[in-house]
């Protein structure tokens, strides 16, 4: 199993930008798929987006699509999250997560707080 830490969350006003990143170790990273959530107060934690291991394939939920972009780099261990045009209801705390299938994620990071501001 390897090991996650996020980083990058932060306070933003409404239409701004972040750039979240989970750095892995531990662990060979390439085998697993990467997928980012989050989770409001008082909500349960959501899908945000997945990428495959090699990187070339993508998937969001709707809330997020056309503003968020999730990327990898095998070579740092390490998988992103660019958050452009963000909306009051993006805040939440987000969290990467490894697993060897899309349906199994068993490691997960601490989780970083998003804030977005109206």
């Known amino acids: 199993q390897v090991q996650l830490v996020e980083s990058g969350g932060g306070l933003v006003q409404a239409g701004g930008s972040l750039r979240l990143s989970c750095a892995a170790s531990?662990?060979?990273?390439?085998?697993?798929?990467m997928g980012w959530f989050r989770q409001a107060p008082g909500k349960e934690r959501e899908f945000v987006a997945t990428v495959s291991r090699g990187g070339s394939i993508t998937n969001y939920a709707d809330s997020v699509k056309g503003r968020f972009t999730i990327s990898r780099d095998n070579a740092k261990n390490a998988v992103y999250l660019q958050m452009d045009n963000l909306k009051p209801e993006d805040t939440a705390v987000y969290y990467c997560a490894a697993g060897l299938t899309y349906s199994d994620y068993n490691s997960w990071g601490q989780g970083t707080q998003v804030t977005v501001s109206s």
């Open positions: 531990g662990g060979t990273f390439s085998p697993y798929v």
